[in-house]
């Protein structure tokens, strides 16, 4: 049986493993508090960021001899971060709320479900196991990364008959080995897959991507998200699910010409880590890199185009989807890549 502690005896246990390994910088931080999952997991909560940061050490090293004496896994959160995650899911709920004077059917259902989950998400350490009232029909669009990955297993968990839609933009875009894996793992898993060949719509991207004139992703987004919008709509899915991370709180959910749109990862508050830990029980061996062969051809015609992908990992590193390590690592990718 799994020895329970409290917010005393993690600070005596932390005082002893900071000095021991020599890592005393700074004033011992704060536990506000601790919890312990049904799986055993340990949830420790510090003051802010600044003390969470103090008590994982450099590299990890104290939070991972935390881990091995008590023979758990261990996250940390700093409580400024619990907040932030739950203003933004209190903002996504009061989008709901207006949504659902606005739809019907199939539509007033998925929002009714999210909603309930939304309510379980905000009890934080406290969940209840998520039991769906009704099955409900959702598209969930796909490219095989982590991001849209952790959307189709969330959907399957709470709505239980998710669609994938993987809008193909061409080899160069999609690599043909992500595309053989993509349609196994969906037959694995059950889900039923729409396999959308999008290649005759990316000729202008390519060629000015080739010249160092065009970034692809924002351009290669709109033609996708309206590939995946129109299968959906031809196949009597009024909901397409999305991967999308930044959009948070009301602007996670929107309506389309007439396709509610729901960037499911973003409407959780989610962080990269977050995406990768859900899909790793599920053999999920899909795209989690930064960029398609496009965007890295990209980055070695023009020095702009270099800046413009680093953009887009500082703006999520802003946002608190990426950590610290995580944003270092795509960054240095990129640069590699150009040169």
């Not at 793992?185 to 000729?203: A, F, H, Q, T």
């Not at 973003?266 to 599920?282: E, F, G, N, V, W």
Request: charged share 25%; proline share 3%; with cysteine.
């Amino acid at each position: 049986m799994v020895k329970e502690l409290d917010a005393n005896a993690v600070l005596e246990m932390l005082k002893q493993v900071r000095k021991e390994l020599n890592l005393t910088r700074g004033v011992t931080p704060k536990i506000i508090d601790v919890h312990d999952d049904i799986e055993g997991n340990l949830h420790i909560v510090t003051s802010d960021r600044s003390e969470k940061s103090l008590f994982v050490g450099p590299r990890g090293r104290i939070v991972a001899e935390f881990a091995k004496r008590l023979d758990r896994h261990i996250s940390i959160y700093g409580q400024d971060e619990i907040l932030l995650r739950n203003h933004r899911l209190e903002l996504t709920k009061e989008r709901i709320e207006e949504l659902l004077h606005l739809v019907q059917g199939n539509q007033y259902q998925v929002l009714k479900t999210l909603l309930r989950y939304l309510q379980n998400e905000l009890n934080n350490f406290d969940k209840e196991i998520f039991v769906p009232e009704s099955s409900v029909n959702v598209g969930v669009s796909f490219s095989g990364g982590v991001d849209s990955g952790a959307s189709l297993i969330l959907a399957q968990r709470i709505w239980l008959k998710p669609t994938a839609i993987t809008v193909d933009p061409g080899v160069r875009f999609l690599a043909p080995h992500i595309k053989e894996w993509i349609i196994k793992w969906c037959d694995e898993m059950g889900i039923p897959l729409k396999y959308v060949d999008s290649s005759n719509l990316m000729d202008t991207i390519l060629e000015k991507a080739a010249t160092g004139q065009m970034h692809p992703c924002n351009h290669c987004h709109e033609i996708i998200m309206k590939k995946a919008r129109e299968t959906a709509k031809e196949n009597g899915l009024s909901t397409l699910i999305t991967g999308e991370m930044l959009p948070t709180g009301r602007q996670s959910i929107i309506i389309d010409q007439e396709i509610l749109i729901i960037n499911l990862p973003a409407a959780l508050s989610l962080t990269k880590h977050d995406t990768r830990q859900i899909c790793s029980p599920y053999d999920f061996i899909g795209s989690k890199g930064f960029g398609c062969h496009v965007v890295k051809s990209a980055h070695q015609k023009r020095f702009g185009m270099v800046e413009a992908s680093i953009f887009r990992v500082l703006r999520e590193l802003q946002a608190g989807i990426l950590s610290t390590g995580q944003a270092l690592a795509f960054i240095n990718k990129i640069l590699r890549e150009s040169s």
